[in-house]
């Protein structure tokens, strides 16, 4: 059997940005092969066009040229040249019965990793190689925990298909709605995703998970005419004053009544020079609500400034999705079944259906639940707790390896629980 925690610690080692995560995939991509799955990758497992926030070109190439030299198959991985590193694998169980999936991402974020003694990846020899990236949010442990359960279910004692879906790019909420796109979500009738900590320590247990809220990641170019600033101003059109005179109207925004919500200018550059009048300026955006309707008011609101501060401006002004999420809705009825056999799994000391909670932020795993519901079928979001040295996204962050098996377990349990007879065959 396979070694989850040496797994999670290679993967962490190497920690790969949203669509380059080459070396990964491959990885995925060889171990459920070697066990029986049925597996497609690469363009045949994510729509090109619905993609959103792709790097640049040169930087998709010198991840995938990285993963080569790193000893990624070059038989697999050429698939997935270009930012195609989607996974998903399917296995008929020995009787019939429901489509079984699950949901695991596999991207790290652009953090520089601690390297203090008192950090363990940093202790126990498993820090980042890849000085400026790091696994700081679990999804290492969740692609280890996702090559596990698929381990473990190939001995096929269950009623159904099981679907396991390894997704690239969800910081950011980028890879989620193109694998929708792409079909990866037809005809499954039941859905668990799945994450760990988000301040639920050890031992404990959400079988449901709310507080997601929908948001747009929208990026805006302002386009002017460069000029020299002292000898002829006039000449000029300075696009990163119309940004700017964007950035202030965007926050100027009002609340709503009838929604919470959130918006953020996280990025304004642009200017090569003190004496240029910039010709550039590019602009990041988020809004965020508790409701998707409100949610696309906002949106364009701000859609609606960044034009007008461009006319105002004389200024061409592009506008483009680099990102989005909706509220997710669990269907209580797999949250009851998910804590009832945490319950039964040594390793959880406490299990609940739900707890209201906060909002976490957004997940672009609701894409992927919504589709299911919209088929008929069902999708919860789950917890399991984990104690954490840092927050997530924080370069002193790690998770507790001792929650592994039992995630693994629970999986199991609920790839097992499917009854004969039922769902799409």
């Keep these: 059997m396979m070694d989850i925690i040496t797994l999670r610690r290679d993967l962490h080692q190497h920690p790969e940005l949203g669509f380059t995560e080459f070396r990964t995939a491959t990885k995925v991509v060889q171990l459920l092969t070697e066990w029986g799955y049925q597996v497609i990758y690469g363009k045949d497992a ?33 698939h997935m040249r270009g930012g195609f590193t989607a996974v998903v694998a399917e296995l008929e169980g020995v009787h019939a019965g429901p489509t079984t999936a699950f949901r695991f ?10 390297a203090s003694e008192q950090h363990v990846p940093q202790a126990g020899g498993f820090r980042s190689r890849h000085e400026g990236l790091m696994h700081a949010c679990a999804h290492d442990g969740h692609t ?12 096929r004692q269950f009623a159904g298909k099981v679907r396991l879906l390894f997704q690239p790019a969800e910081e950011g909420v980028r890879g989620a709605y193109a694998m929708v796109e792409k079909g990866m979500l037809e005809q499954v009738d039941r859905l668990f995703c799945m994450h760990l900590g988000t301040d639920v320590p050890s031992g404990e247990f959400r079988g ?91 949106e364009r609101r701000v859609r609606n400034i960044i034009e007008s501060s ?50 976490l932020g957004s997940e672009d795993a609701s894409y992927m639940i919504r589709r299911v519901q919209e ?3 069902k999708g919860t979001y789950m917890i399991v707790g984990s104690d954490l040295p840092a927050p997530h996204h924080h370069p002193s962050f790690d998770i507790d390896e001792r ?19 039922n769902g799409n065959q």
């Design 208 to 298: 449901a998970s709310g507080g997601f809220l929908a948001t747009t990641k929208l990026e805006a170019r302002f386009t002017g005419v460069s000029s020299h600033a002292g000898a002829s101003p006039e000449e000029g059109r300075n696009a990163l004053l119309g940004a700017a005179t964007a950035l202030l109207n965007i926050h100027a925004l009002p609340r709503f009544s009838s929604a919470d919500t959130r918006i953020n200018v996280g990025i304004l550059e642009g200017g090569t020079g003190a004496n240029i009048i910039p010709e550039q300026a590019r602009m990041v955006i988020e809004t965020r609500s508790t409701s998707d309707e409100t949610n696309r008011e906002l």
């Design 144 to 155: 280890a925990i996702g090559l596990a359960l698929a381990e473990r279910l190939r001995d």
């Design 403 to 421: 929650v592994l098996m039992p995630a693994v377990e629970l999986l199991e349990r609920l790839a097992r629980s499917a009854e004969s007879g």
């Design 105 to 114: 991402d596999m991207d790290a974020l652009p953090i520089r990793e601690s």
């Design 375 to 377: 088929q008929g079928g």
């Design 46 to 78: 994510i729509d090109d066009v619905s993609r959103r926030g792709l790097p640049k070109p040169e930087v998709l190439e010198d991840a995938y040229q990285r993963a080569l030299s790193e000893g990624a198959e070059p038989s697999i991985v050429q």
């Design 310 to 359: 461009a006319t105002m401006h004389e200024l061409e002004a592009t506008v483009e999705v680099i990102g989005g999420a909706i509220p997710i809705h669990c269907d209580l009825e797999l949250a009851e079944l998910a804590a009832k056999e945490a319950e039964s799994i040594e390793g959880f000391r406490r299990a609940v259906v739900l707890e209201d909670s906060a909002a």
